[in-house]
């Protein structure tokens, strides 16, 4: 995977490491950790160095609690007060209780540990890690990650390693989670595919290539800005020794058999410009060039839909209709039901009521959070040519699998490795290849940047902006969403969705100037009443930010919308005594006269501010 390594990690460093997926990443923690040995070479501590490691999957006792889990650090301090809280919730009238619970009082208090406790408590709050007697097997995958994240965080180490510390976590809480890693003191290495995190949270950047580590000072940002000044020269240095190696060839293939020592030194330098030629360049960029499918007039409806599980509401009465090239982000904080709405569209879950209609063009693809499942010894060449032995890229061409998976960066000498041998983001990659080679035109995507690469994240973008059909997707990758969603579902709890125009960071602005406008009219509430003679009328005020965008986006949709009658129309004229299609049309025909209303009757009260504001 690598070697001649060689790093060091100073106090308040904050260290990301980037790479292909497959390039030694979480090895290379795993041995920083001393969780798993090198080949040679050695890594040295400083003496009484407090280290944590957070793995992507971390594992606890299957019968421990919440709050076993986040105290089993061996820390002195943190025993003593997960004893004292455990004392907390006992009778005090069982024997000896009271009297432990006055000796352990006595013992934090002479250790000074009480702010500790109120740290703890703090991690567990912004962590929304809550319920602490509950069993963590019973937990799903993102509040194990929070306990997880907890019990690294509740010993304030001194050195802390973090293997994709993003995943499984809802926005909020990776929000809060890069605040706090940005200030903290303590030294830091992390993989994470997170850019907004990486570049907000990192002060340089390892980058393992071509078995080798590169260092990068700075940000992401200025990461990606050293990388291609790299690789410009790397390039401009493998041309140069290419023309030098062809000449030393040409000298050694004339010279005669014996040879000076001069002629030695030749030789040998010839050897050193023949590894720099046929030096392995950086990995080739995931090429996603799948043919897609036509999209139809009709995408699909959503029609008062409502799902619970027991008492809890996921989704309650909810109603929308897909347009052509929708492209839709899904946020919500975690257990909300954002994956159970995607799998209710994906036909995996029944709806309690309501209907999901697909058009009859739409071929869905859906791509889970959960780390695929592929048939037990089964070979990565087989995981393809089991859907298909040719695959139709966009310009009508076909390719043969394997070639598929070359473009999917999937070098010839992987092809019959077994797929349980993959890295977590290898499997990731072909579990897309698989989805894209059904030829879909709407993509439903639960999670998709989970433990992929930037590389393949990048590719993934690109395809996706040019891609030409519907994108539902719910992702935690802030960056992802803004590049690539026009507007939100919002799930705000008890089954509501607010359908919100604009992308993630539009969104937290928005919350952030309710917030604003909340503290400002705490801050400004009156001490006494105050009369006020007469409240100004018809008071002008501007657009806020967000509702000058939905402005901008009414002005595309509305024309959209009027042509889109005049097409139904105009098939209603062509259906004839074909009265179940025409039926069918009149409906489609009288749902868009009413959507087309709705946001017309918007765009007036809309531009009677901008008309008020002239």
């Not at 919002?490 to 992308?503: Q, S």
Request: with cysteine.
């Amino acid at each position: 995977m690598f070697e001649g390594i060689n790093l060091g990690i100073a106090q308040g460093q904050k260290v990301a490491l980037v790479g292909i997926n497959g390039s030694g990443k979480s090895t290379l923690l795993r041995i920083l950790a001393g969780l798993e040995p090198p080949d040679t070479g050695k890594v040295v501590y400083r003496t009484g160095l407090n280290l944590v490691y957070l793995s992507q999957d971390p594992k606890f006792a299957p019968d421990a609690t919440v709050r076993e889990s986040v105290f089993a650090t061996g820390n002195a301090d943190l025993d003593l007060i997960a004893e004292y809280e455990s004392l907390l919730l006992r009778n005090h009238n069982e024997p000896g209780v009271a009297k432990r619970l006055e000796t352990v009082m006595g013992e934090i208090d002479a250790r000074g540990a009480w702010g500790a406790e109120a740290e703890v408590h703090a991690v567990l709050t912004k962590l929304d890690v809550g319920d602490l007697d509950r069993k963590v097997s019973s937990l799903s995958g993102g509040q194990r990650k929070r306990v997880a994240m907890a019990q690294a965080l509740v010993t304030n180490p001194d050195l802390i390693i973090l293997d994709e510390p993003t995943n499984h976590l809802d926005l909020e809480s990776i929000e809060w989670l890069e605040d706090m890693l940005s200030t903290a003191k303590q030294s830091l290495i992390l993989v994470t595919h997170d850019r907004y995190f990486l570049d907000r949270v990192a002060n340089e950047i390892f980058e393992i290539d071509q078995q080798k580590l590169f260092r990068y000072p700075g940000s992401y940002s200025a990461f990606l800005e050293k990388k291609a000044e790299r690789e410009s020269m790397q390039t401009a240095e493998r041309d140069k020794a290419r023309s030098l190696y062809s000449r030393e060839l040409e000298w050694l293939r004339r010279s005669p058999k014996a040879r000076t020592t001069k002629s030695r030194s030749r030789i040998q330098a010839a050897g050193v410009l023949e590894e720099k030629t046929h030096a392995p360049q950086s990995a080739g960029e995931l090429r996603l060039d799948v043919y897609g499918r036509r999209i139809g007039g009709n995408v699909l409806e959503i029609k008062n839909l409502r799902k619970a599980i027991g008492e809890k509401k996921l989704v309650e009465h909810f109603t929308y209709t897909f347009n052509k090239l929708d492209r839709i982000g899904v946020v919500g904080p975690n257990g909300v039901g954002k994956t159970t709405f995607l799998r209710l569209l994906a036909g995996e879950m029944e709806a309690d009521i309501g209907k999901i209609r697909w058009g009859d063009t739409i071929v869905p693809g859906y791509y889970r959070q959960e780390t695929p499942i592929f048939k037990p010894n089964i070979r990565v060449i087989e995981a393809v040519t089991e859907l298909a032995e040719m695959v139709t890229l966009s310009k009508k061409e076909t390719i043969s699998a394997s070639q598929m998976l070359e473009h999917f960066m999937f070098p010839p000498h992987t092809h019959h490795k077994m797929v349980e041998t993959l890295s977590g983001g290898e499997k990731r990659r072909l579990h897309l290849l698989r989805i894209l080679m059904t030829n879909p035109n709407f993509l439903i995507l639960d999670e998709p940047t989970n433990d992929l690469d930037l590389v393949t994240l990048g590719q993934l973008e690109i395809f996706l902006q040019d891609f030409q059909g519907c994108l539902l997707v719910v992702t935690h990758d802030r960056y992802f969403m803004d590049k690539l969603v026009d507007h939100l579902f919002v799930f705000e709890g008890e089954g509501e969705i607010r359908d919100f125009p604009g992308n993630y960071t539009d969104y937290r602005q928005e919350q952030n100037e309710k917030k604003a406008l909340g503290n400002s009219e705490v801050k400004s509430k009156p001490a006494a009443p105050v009369v006020i003679a007469e409240k100004p009328k018809n008071r002008p005020r501007k657009l806020s930010f967000n509702e000058q965008r939905e402005l901008t986006q009414l002005e595309t949709l509305m024309p959209e919308l009027e042509t889109r009658i005049a097409t139904l129309n105009s098939q209603l004229e062509v259906a004839g005594a074909d009265y179940e299609a025409a039926g069918r049309i009149a409906a489609d025909l009288e749902q868009a006269r009413a959507e087309l209303d709705a946001k017309s009757d918007r765009w007036l009260e809309l531009q009677a501010i901008v008309e008020g504001e002239e």
